[in-house]
């Protein structure tokens, strides 16, 4: 369900941009990687988060109802890095 959501925010995003080239100039991609996508020939549900911010600069992810505020992608990568922290931690003291 939501490839479908995120294939038609692609597309209106094309739209809006004046074309798939037009927008994938605007964020630094190719745009055969922008058709790609939009066809099928990608897998959306395969998107990096990486990628996803390219397509999408703005978005804001919001985790759980729990969270008091919606995080950025930079936020996100914070999260990450001390995730793998910890566990790399964990792992030299377990060794």
């Not at 209106?12 to 991609?29: E, L, S, T, V």
Request: charged share 30%; aromatic share 8%.
């Amino acid at each position: 369900m939501y490839e479908e959501e995120v294939k038609k925010a692609i597309l209106d995003a094309c739209r809006a941009a004046g074309g798939q080239r037009a927008f994938a100039k605007q964020r630094g991609i190719s745009q055969s990687w922008v058709s790609d996508y939009i066809s099928g020939h990608k897998q959306i549900r395969n998107m990096s988060l990486q990628t996803l911010h390219k397509f999408f600069p703005d978005l804001i992810l919001v985790f759980s109802a729990k969270q008091k505020s919606a995080a950025t992608l930079a936020d996100l990568e914070r999260r990450i890095s001390a995730l793998e922290n910890e566990r790399d931690l964990k792992k030299n003291t377990d060794s």
